[in-house]
């Protein structure tokens, strides 16, 4: 495995419980007709990716990174995303999920610890 980048910086690994995973459909729209048959309208003939990235337990310096590539993807029309699996995408925010999301976990007698989350989608 790689360490995954994105626009060429090095990024965390996502949280071994939640890896990178994706979904992958056809975009566009289906309906079903009058006669119960169904139709489909796709944008594109190819299918395209959706990661659902998470990462635990991350130290502030960790946690700056991540925003700061979050920030790259929000400003951007397309940025280059490479998952520690392989591979090579252009993605942007998930227009059903577009926010960087940080909990903080309260860590007695230590510095403080995050828990980060965000949404990529391929172009």
Do not use: C, H
Request: aromatic letters at 10%.
């Amino acid at each position: 495995m790689t360490v995954p980048q994105i626009n060429d910086v090095n990024i965390p690994y996502p949280a071994a419980g939640s890896a990178p995973e994706f979904k992958e459909a056809y975009r566009g729209a289906g309906r079903e007709m009058a006669d119960g048959s169904v139709v489909f309208d796709w944008v594109t003939a190819a299918r395209k990716r959706v990661w659902t990235l998470k990462w635990v337990n991350l130290s502030s310096t960790d946690m700056e990174v991540l925003r700061t590539a979050y920030n790259t993807i929000a400003t951007g029309t397309s940025t280059k995303w490479e998952p520690s699996d392989g591979g090579t995408f252009y993605v942007t925010l998930d227009p059903s999920n577009m926010t960087f999301d940080v909990q903080l976990q309260k860590v007695a007698g230590t510095t403080p610890r995050y828990n980060v989350g965000m949404t990529l989608r391929e172009v």
